[in-house]
């Protein structure tokens, strides 16, 4: 040992970076749990605050009553609300994404009105929510179309322009991970396009397709603003969807000022019911993008 | 592989008991019917292009009917080119094109009025590296070409069977027709993909150096099967192993440049090449 200690072949590393590395390490280490420590304390504040108004009789299963003494009821039309709303929003967002998603790879590729799309789903994304409830407001709601102002389709429109660009960009990423070994050998089957697309391209992809999708509903089921301007609030459970609804992102809006302590609490509840949904949707989301056959 | 019982549920499974295996490992192409006299195609005055790389510069080479030809040379030399160029699947690369002629018989493969789909059903290809379809069955898999293609036939199964047995791999899948084709080896994987192309009943199958991604049984059992598969269909071969070269092809062409430097015998061309480059290249001296 001490024979090679001191050649010059293989030098000792030495004593000022061994240094260097600890304090970077450490400095990393610290980012990280800041980065944890509210994350971590909204956790624990929803279950602390959420979890007692879960166990309250009724919470999931009576509509807010609007009563200004005694039990202010539930959540049920609030989360049916958001359901009807999101899946409304998902019919329209998912099929007309993963299409400009398709025409984007298979067909557009890299012409410039592609590349054109590209850019504007990347500024569609950094549009604020509120912008989607705005315009909706502004072209929808105002003028009445419909028969009546504010309604849950429209809420859902507003949603689906905020879910597509989500939508579009991610299917992009995983259609674009389909080899094109594949796309050519169906070619050189003398495959149609739209068939290779339809039994090659979209099996392939399929579960980061889904994937995708899934994160941009959890995402979209969150959102207040959008239906700040489109759908309003109410209270009663509806199933029409082109009336005002119930949505829990508004349910937990409106009762969070409230002065009343029950009504703070059930949006607490609201609030770990809502963030409980977008949990399964991602653990759903994980689940199905560990089968991808792709990497 | 496992004996008679399992057979015993495939009815259009005919030849004797005793042999059966034996003949399940070997290509057995007179699954796909009677010894056929194929078509030929004639390659004349091809340039092809890169965008602005010219890489096939005035090519004219003649694929006779019922034989392998090779075409042998450096990497670069357009080889592959040559071959994508036959079912127009070089204009699927971006920037690529071509101009010159293109026959299968007397037919215009590039002729406006014709199908480019029915160019490469009637044409079809084997890749360097196995691609079968990742989401498909080994059945599906074969089933694609008919599939993909929309090819309506009351006797799917019968096909796919008859080409599974056709490449010679029938003994190794029938028990598991329905795992997924990625699930087999790489040589397995090859001629799965060959049998994906026979299956469509092609005139003629290009391979794109089929056998460089194999182990060397692998390679010698894809090498049979061409040997075998000469007997119906017309085959060019696209390859950088010399000694495949000599051991499947008639006729070989070798290429430089974009140019074809040789087209002879292949024997001739190994033993007695009459161009002096063909001559450095097949001893080793370049490229």
């Not at chain 1, 009576?62 to 009563?67: H, L, M, R, V």
């Not at chain 1, 007309?96 to 990347?122: H, M, S």
């Not at chain 2, 028990?175 to 799965?192: A, D, E, F, H, V």
């Not at chain 2, 062409?253 to 290249?281: C, I, Q, W």
Request: aromatic residues 6%.
């Amino acid at each position: 040992m001490s024979a090679t200690s001191g050649s010059t072949l293989l030098p000792r590393t030495s004593g000022g970076r061994k240094r260097k590395d600890r304090i970077m390490r450490g400095l990393m280490m610290a980012a990280t749990g800041l980065a944890l420590v509210p994350l971590i304390l909204i956790i624990y504040y929803l279950l602390y605050k959420g979890l007692s108004s879960w166990g309250r009789s009724g919470f999931f299963t009576t509509d807010p009553n609007g009563n200004f003494f005694g039990n202010p009821g539930g959540i049920r039309s609030a989360i049916l609300g958001t359901l009807e709303i999101v899946a409304l929003a998902t019919i329209i967002a998912i099929p007309v994404g993963i299409a400009v998603a398709l025409w984007l790879t298979e067909y557009g590729k890299d012409a410039w009105f592609a590349n054109v799309v590209r850019y504007f789903v990347d500024v569609m994304t950094g549009v604020p929510s509120i912008v989607f409830g705005l315009f909706i407001y502004i072209s929808l709601v105002i003028s009445h179309v419909g028969g009546s102002g504010f309604a849950g389709w429209k809420g859902s429109l507003a949603l689906a322009l905020l879910m597509l660009p989500i939508v579009i960009r991610s299917s992009e990423v995983v259609l674009l991970l389909v080899p094109a070994t594949l796309r050519e050998a169906a070619l050189a089957l003398g495959a149609p396009r739209w068939r290779i697309i339809w039994k090659v391209v979209l099996p392939t992809a399929r579960s980061g397709l889904v994937t995708g999708s899934l994160l941009s509903i959890a995402r979209g089921m969150g959102e207040t603003a959008p239906l700040l301007f489109t759908v309003s609030v109410a209270f009663g459970l509806t199933g029409n969807l082109n009336s005002i609804m119930n949505s829990l992102p508004m349910q937990i809006f409106g009762d969070i000022t409230s002065p009343r302590d029950a009504v703070v609490a059930r949006a607490w509840g609201a609030a770990l019911t809502l963030v409980a949904l977008v949990l399964i949707l991602n653990l759903i989301a994980r689940a199905v993008s560990r089968r991808s056959r792709l990497t | 592989m496992t004996g008679p019982e399992t057979t015993s549920k495939e009815p259009e499974k005919m030849s004797s008991a005793p042999e059966q295996s034996e003949q399940e490992a070997a290509p057995d192409l007179s699954a796909m019917g009677e010894r056929r006299q194929g078509h030929g195609i004639k390659v004349k005055d091809l340039h092809a292009y890169y965008g602005s790389v010219h890489a096939v510069k005035g090519v004219s080479i003649d694929f006779p009917a019922n034989e392998v030809t090779a075409l042998i040379g450096p990497s670069g030399s357009g080889k592959s080119t040559v071959v994508r160029c036959i079912n127009r699947m070089h204009e699927e690369i971006p920037g690529g094109r071509s101009e010159g002629s293109v026959t299968l018989d007397e037919i215009d493969v590039y002729s406006p009025d014709v199908d480019i789909t029915a160019v490469r059903r009637m044409i079809g290809m084997v890749f360097q590296k196995p691609n079968p379809f990742p989401t498909m069955s080994i059945f599906d898999n074969v089933a694609a070409g008919l599939r993909l293609t929309g090819t309506k036939t009351d006797n799917l199964r019968e096909r796919v069977h008859r080409a599974l047995r056709a490449v010679g791999l029938w003994g190794e899948v029938k028990n598991r027709l329905n795992s997924p084709g990625i699930g087999l080896s790489g040589g397995q994987q090859q001629r799965l993909c060959i049998a994906r192309a026979v299956a469509v009943e092609p005139e003629v199958i290009l391979m794109d150096e089929p056998a460089s991604a194999l182990d060397p049984i692998s390679t010698l059992k894809v090498e049979e099967l061409i040997d075998e598969l000469k007997n119906r269909y017309t085959i060019a071969i696209v390859t950088h192993n010399m000694q495949q070269a000599a051991r499947v092809a008639k006729s070989t062409v070798f290429m430089l440049d974009g140019e074809v430097v040789e087209h002879a015998e292949t024997t001739k061309l190994f033993t007695n090449p009459s161009d002096e480059r063909t001559e450095r290249y097949v001893t080793g001296k370049f490229g």
